[in-house]
């Protein structure tokens, strides 16, 4: 951990200061520019399904029950919204 207030005051009788900068990997994150956000619940699982080799297989599988999760949740707010 450093402590951001001793480097300040080390730092402060310097005329010039280049930067102070982390030594980690940067972490190649995934784009999903093929998914966009006016795209159905279907579409967009089919899509990410087909991307991902691990989920080939279950893909019909996974969307069926999503998709079936989503109606329930659906039946289940308009109950509660009927019943209060």
């Not at 930067?19 to 619940?41: A, C, T, Y």
């Not at 691990?54 to 109606?71: G, P, R, S």
Request: with cysteine.
């Amino acid at each position: 951990m450093v402590d951001l207030s001793i480097v300040q005051k080390a730092c402060n009788a310097a005329l010039d200061l280049v930067g102070i900068i982390p030594v980690h990997e940067p972490k190649n994150r995934e784009r999903r520019s093929h998914l966009k956000i006016d795209m159905d619940l279907e579409t967009m699982l089919e899509l990410y399904f087909q991307s991902k080799p691990e989920y080939v297989k279950d893909k019909a599988t996974l969307i069926a029950k999503a998709l079936e999760l989503k109606d329930e949740l659906a039946q289940q707010a308009f109950h509660d919204e009927t019943s209060s």
